[in-house]
């Protein structure tokens, strides 16, 4: 990017960061995921860092908080606010120790590292002013507390958002209702050799539960409810009326203390300052540790990122700051942030890119799927430089230009999909993207079948549509053909010596020899992979096909409970299956058998079937009465292909009518052969724990699973209860 173009785009950046500012840190909306406007100052401090003299005093990444709103009484802080800069990768923390290490001068510099969680919270400030004898009223009996020597007691004087930085909101008004901030502290007794601060600025963070948010929403009308805990809690605490944030349960975890102060006090570490909070009556969170290696604090944000859905509060991450103060001090700060410190976010499930390109994917069924090219951008873990637009329809709504920023959401699995466009950062002259009519692989004019949303190719013939079909055949969950990928399939095409998926069981070592691709490694590798295959498990083989709304799932379904012929042959070949009985004679079909019995059931009869529809019955009937398919089926059983039916289906369906749900991780058997095991004893295995749930298999490290299973009496089974369950109820 020249200068030019990184100034204009500097300045949208600005522009919709504190837009989104003003709403989430002034008026308590969230107009889009905090991780959306993290992935915006990434790129804000990435273009600033390429053009340093486009950066002005006023730039979001300059500047602490936000512009306040006027309704309540400004106050300055005692001492200038700090914001955190993040970091969202393991390369990310080392980066920032060879700046630390660059920064003291000293190249072997160790470091040890105290965390605690990052509390998702309204950055609070609590003044405490040291005071004589106090007279306080326990149970009715007048008591003195402190008498300026010792310890030393302090009361509360005053709170404060933290605002611009400089100066915040005083909200003690609504600050003195949280029932875990203590209107007295007293200094513990190891301090009373020191010369006591007059006043003590503690930083925390003021929360709300997960359970609370949930009890206030029930209250608002849906037009006034919380997005999530911290905008409720920022909502709360700038209430003028106090009684209004008394009803709503607020917390507050601290974690700071001026540095003036804890000089003062002789605090040495920053262990030693959470230490003294907790010990002078302060809320702390209590899963604060030190560490002595940046290895150990990543397994730790690893375990933490896993057990977060089962806390009660909100955390987006883990703070990780340099435990030893006096090398804080040496360490300094920028101009916003201190080089001692990082918060280390969670891995972002959405994020901003750039659309670069849209082009048209031809799949195995002939739909058309537009997929947008994106400027790379991290989520979940992975780089993502794709993301689906599903069809003209979302294309229109979302109303996408070439060009665009775009909201890229992507959860575990899932494939990424462009969410939302952000308008503000549109580039000038940009123009919409318009739905081809014809097919990007072979020219035939679209349809669009009534009553779907996808365009389809027509043509049986479409070299698009053949290419993904035989990579579908031979992918790991269909007939698992290892060396089969994307541009193996096209070198066979183009050679002639594949047209459907029958073609590949006639391959011969001097076919493949003569391929630019392959040398005679490779060429035996692929051989034996196909040889394996001409064994195939039933529901594989029914995936494999490519037929329309026959995904993973239902055929495992048909592959259990269709009435296939029971006089099926005997292999005694050595095929493993899901429950790891390698050697057994397996009952099998022909590819023609299966075909015939698909195409003799009735479909009133198929979509009886629990989990098996009217739309998935006639697309069964159509693909098995279709004479192509009969032919590359009768291709298939000459190509020595034989399906091997589950094993049990008739003798073993000790778990009909139970649903499973499965947590964590269960290291002896695997959560798919787990899974394998309740289907062919009948068995459903669910994604989510419910009312009707019958059992919980739990294994190690669980998620909240868990606690939803004890919160509706599930009955929990562990892997040895579970394989014991399997032998002693077959």
């Known amino acids: 990017m020249d200068k030019n173009h990184g100034k204009e785009r500097i300045e949208k950046l600005k522009a919709e960061i504190k837009r989104l500012n003003l709403a989430y840190f002034t008026e308590n909306r969230s107009l889009v995921p905090e991780e959306v406007r993290d992935s915006l100052k990434r790129e804000l401090m990435q273009l600033e860092t390429q053009f340093p003299d486009l950066i002005t005093p006023d730039s979001p990444t300059q500047r602490v908080g936000a512009p306040l709103d006027g309704r309540l009484p400004k106050r300055k802080h005692l001492y200038p606010k700090e914001s955190l800069q993040d970091a969202f990768s393991r390369a990310d923390l080392d980066e920032w120790i060879v700046q630390m290490r660059r920064s003291l001068g000293k190249e072997h510099a160790t ?92 930083g925390g963070e003021v929360y709300l539960e997960k359970a609370s948010l949930q009890r206030i929403n029930e209250t608002l009308p849906e037009e006034e409810r919380f997005s999530n805990p911290r905008n409720a809690a920022a909502g709360s605490v700038r209430q003028l009326d106090p009684q209004v944030t008394a009803s709503r349960d607020l917390k507050m975890f601290c974690y700071a203390l001026d540095n003036a102060s804890a000089d003062m006090l002789g605090i040495a570490m920053q262990k030693q300052l959470m230490d003294f909070l907790r010990d002078s009556g302060l809320p702390v969170e209590k899963g604060y540790r030190v560490f002595a290696s ?69 799949g195995r069924t002939g739909a058309i799927t537009p997929v947008a090219h994106l400027s790379p951008v991290q989520l979940a873990g992975t780089t993502v430089t794709r993301a689906t637009l599903f069809n003209e329809d979302e294309i229109k709504r979302l109303s996408v230009h070439i060009g665009d920023t775009v909201i890229v959401r992507k959860a575990g699995d899932i494939i990424p999909e462009v969410k939302e466009v952000l308008m503000n950062l549109r580039k000038k002259g940009s123009k919409a993207f318009h739905y081809p009519k014809s097919c990007p692989s072979c020219g035939t004019h679209l349809l669009r079948p009534e009553g779907e949303a996808v365009h389809r190719c027509p043509n049986p013939d479409c070299a698009g549509v053949r290419h993904e079909r035989l990579t579908h055949f031979g992918s790991r969950y269909a007939m698992n053909i ?249």
């Open 111 to 202: 470091f040890a590292f105290e965390t605690e969680l990052k509390i998702d919270g309204l950055n609070m400030s609590l003044v405490y002013e040291r005071t004589l004898t106090q007279t306080l009223r326990r149970g009715g009996i007048r008591v003195g507390v402190g008498d300026g020597k010792g310890g030393g007691t302090y009361r509360f004087i005053r709170a404060v958002t933290r605002g611009n930085g400089v100066e915040g909101e005083d909200v003690t008004h609504t600050v003195k209702t949280i029932e875990s901030i203590p209107m007295f502290l007293h200094v513990p007794a190891t301090y009373a050799h020191k010369t006591l601060p007059k006043q003590m600025e503690i």
């Open 294 to 362: 940046i290895d150990q604090v990543e397994a730790l944000y690893r375990r933490i990122g896993k057990e977060r859905d089962s806390l009660p509060y909100d955390i987006d991450g883990l703070v990780i700051k340099v435990n030893d103060r006096r090398m804080q001090k040496d360490l300094g700060s920028t101009a916003k942030a201190p080089r001692y410190a990082r918060a280390l976010k969670f891995e972002a499930e959405q994020g901003t890119a750039e659309i670069l390109d849209i082009e048209l994917q031809v």
């Open 482 to 730: 290892e060396g089969l990928g994307f541009e193996t399939v096209d070198e066979l095409i183009k050679a002639g010596l594949v047209s459907d998926s029958g073609d590949i069981f006639f391959l011969k070592e001097p076919d493949l020899l003569g391929l630019p691709l392959f040398k005679e490694k490779k060429a035996g590798n692929l051989l034996a992979a196909i040889d394996r295959a001409r064994s195939a498990p039933l529901e594989r083989f029914l995936f494999a096909l490519g037929i329309r709304h026959v995904g993973r799932e239902t055929a495992d379904i048909l592959a259990r409970s269709v009435p296939w012929p029971k006089h099926g042959h005997s292999s005694a070949g050595s095929h493993s299956t899901s429950s790891g009985q390698a050697g057994q004679a397996d009952t099998t079909l022909t590819p023609s058998e299966v075909g015939r019995t698909l195409h003799a059931m009735k479909k009133e009869n198929l979509f009886t079937i629990d989990g098996v529809g009217d739309v998935v019955a006639q697309s069964l009937k159509a693909w098995a009465g279709d004479t192509d398919n009969q032919v590359l089926l009768k291709k298939l059983e000459h190509g020595g292909v034989v399906c091997l039916l589950p094993h049990g289906i008739s003798v073993t369906q000790v778990f009909a009518g139970k649903t499973f749900v499965l947590t964590g991780m269960l290291p002896a058997l695997g959560r798919e052969e787990a899974k394998a095991m309740i289907k062919e004893r009948g068995g459903k295995v669910s994604s989510s724990v419910s009312r009707k749930t019958d059992y919980l298999l739990l294994g190690a490290e669980p998620g909240s699973k868990l606690e939803e299973a004890e919160k509706f009496n599930v009955k929990i089974v562990g892997e040895q209860e579970f394989k014991k369950m399997c032998i002693e109820r077959c």
